[in-house]
Each structure stands twice: as structure tokens, then as C-alpha cells.
């Protein structure tokens, strides 16, 4: 055993140092990431079921709904700010904007179950969540157009009131 280990000694520690290089990558680059692409999904599928509660739905529904959409803008603040570079490197890559994201969950928790928002209102914001999510190859390039003129808007409004 012992002049194994001697003739071996090159391969055995490749091997150790190995493993801790698929651990570390795993556990410090991996899950993070996955837990990005699960909490994306979780706000995609948040802001489709409940876009369109409006001020007709009953109490429960309303109150669900905004539920929903609010955990999925925590989540989504909580990685974009949580985790490490690994993740915004992906996030990045990806061109996901969890901070925009976040935000427009919460402007859509806030139109839900109001009479002043109508269903345009609502689906131009549900649409912003695709493009900041990338998520939009549905919408037309004359939509993608309109939000991203829509959101220049916000910025320029914003930016003014400050």
C-alpha cells in the first residue's frame, strides 16, 4: 500500500484536489445560480396568475394575489442584492434585471384590486416583468419598443423628481 502510494501520490492528490473543485463549484457557484433560475421562474409564473385581479375579484383572491407577487419581489431583491459576484456575473450574462424586476411586481402588487388600473395597465407591466426577465420572445418588437419607451419615461419622471 505504502509504495502504491509513492508511485501514485500525483494521481491521489489530483484526485482530492479535484473533488474540492467540484465542490466549490457546486456548492459556491452552482446552487446560487439555481436558486436565481427557480426564484425567475417562481416571479414568472407569480406575475402571470395574478396580473389580472382587478377590483372585481373577491377579497381573498385580492389578497393572494398580492401575496404572491410580493414574495416573488422579495426573492428577487434578495438574490440581486444577496448573493455574491458568481451571481451577478450570471445575471448579467443572462441580461436579467432582477432590481427592475422586483419593481414592477411591486407596482403590479399595488394596481391589484384597484378600479383606477385597467387590463392595459396591467399587461404593460406583466410585459415589462418578461422583458426584464427575458422571457419576452412572445411579445412583438413594436411591444418590446413601447416598454422600453415607457420605462424611459419612469426614469426621465423619476429623475425630475429628484
Known sequence: MQQWLVNNWIGVLSTALGGVLVWFITYWIGKPIVDVRDKRIKALHAAEQN???????????????????????????????????????YCWLARYDLEAAAYALISLHNKTGHPHYDDKTRQLVLDGIYLFLRAHKHLSLKRINEINEQIERDKRLHEAEL
Open 51 to 89: 396580473a389580472h385581479v382587478g377590483y372585481a375579484a373577491t377579497d381573498e383572491r385580492i389578497v393572494a394575489a398580492r401575496t404572491a407577487l410580493n414574495e416573488a419581489a422579495s426573492a428577487l431583491r434578495a438574490v440581486s442584492r444577496g448573493h455574491g459576484w458568481p451571481v451577478r456575473v
